[in-house]
């Protein structure tokens, strides 16, 4: 048993352990960018015993809805996260 209790140990130490910052800014550019715009998804195929389906899907985040400044919302989760300014720019996509 005393085993497994440091396994869980060494779980949740890294589990709280602060991202890197490019981990930071990987994470963050993913937020921004669900701020930018709705993310759609489609799908469309076909199956030898159901035939064609298709599906679809629209996701809005709550910075979306707000109206916030997806270059504000990188920024802010980065610090977040890291304490520190972001090591460089977001790579958001092109609208």
Same mark, same amino acid.
């Given at each position: 048993m005393h085993r497994?209790?440091?396994v869980a140990l060494a779980i949740s130490v890294?589990?709280?352990t602060p991202p890197t910052p490019e981990q930071a800014a990987q994470r963050c550019e993913e937020r921004a960018r669900a701020a930018?715009?709705?993310?759609?998804g489609v799908t469309i195929g076909a199956s030898s015993d159901g035939g064609p389906f298709a599906s679809g899907n629209i996701s809005l985040s709550?910075? @979306?809805l707000r109206g916030r400044d997806p270059l504000e919302v990188y920024e802010t989760c980065v610090i977040q996260m890291t304490g520190q300014p972001p090591i460089r720019p977001?790579? @958001?996509r092109a609208l």
């Amino acid at each position: 048993m005393h085993r497994w209790s440091l396994v869980a140990l060494a779980i949740s130490v890294a589990a709280c352990t602060p991202p890197t910052p490019e981990q930071a800014a990987q994470r963050c550019e993913e937020r921004a960018r669900a701020a930018q715009a709705p993310e759609v998804g489609v799908t469309i195929g076909a199956s030898s015993d159901g035939g064609p389906f298709a599906s679809g899907n629209i996701s809005l985040s709550g910075d @979306l809805l707000r109206g916030r400044d997806p270059l504000e919302v990188y920024e802010t989760c980065v610090i977040q996260m890291t304490g520190q300014p972001p090591i460089r720019p977001p790579r @958001l996509r092109a609208l």
